[in-house]
């Protein structure tokens, strides 16, 4: 009986060794990791990205507001504030509904997220932000740092 086992495994090794699928299989099975790896890598970075291009879109959107805010003057008392441009930073509205979704997830539930530097001499401002991006554990299993994703926008007061 052991010699039938030496020679049934012998014969099956023999078999799987030429066999064409088995490299196939091999092969599957060193490439499939790296290539999910890849994928998965390519689809966090493009979702840093995407939440880059949408925190640039918010300062921009609330430095407009900003430049375009008439100051309070002895016959009209301005609305304007840079609360209201900070909700449109994080919301894309300055008022937002109850329990609306922020443009990037966990930027922006306090105000104190972004910062209004004061109209310089050459009639410009600046409107920053920092923001801590929330990373798939992929980072942390590279041991990639956090990743902070820090952003201005300029732009001339023009009043009305």
């Known amino acids: 009986m052991n010699a039938f086992r030496k020679f049934l495994r012998r014969r099956l090794m023999f078999h799987f060794w030429l066999s064409e699928e088995a490299a196939v299989l091999t092969e599957t099975i060193i490439v499939v990791p790296f290539v999910t790896l890849f994928a998965a890598g390519i689809l966090e970075f493009g979702n840093l990205f995407w939440e880059r291009m949408q925190i640039d879109a918010g300062l921009r959107d609330a430095g407009r507001y900003l430049a375009r805010c008439r100051p309070t003057s002895p016959t009209y008392t301005s609305t304007c504030s840079q609360a209201t441009a900070k909700l449109i930073a994080f919301y894309g509205t300055q008022s937002p509904a109850e329990g609306a979704a922020l443009r990037v997830p966990g930027w922006g539930p306090t105000l104190a997220d972004i910062t209004v530097n004061a109209v310089g001499a050459d009639g410009t401002f600046t ?4 923001h801590l991006y929330e ?14 994703i820090s952003a201005s926008h300029e732009e001339r007061y023009m009043g009305w």
């Open 127 to 130: 409107i920053e932000t920092a």
């Open 135 to 148: 990373a798939s554990p992929l980072y942390a299993w590279l041991g990639i740092e956090d990743i902070t």
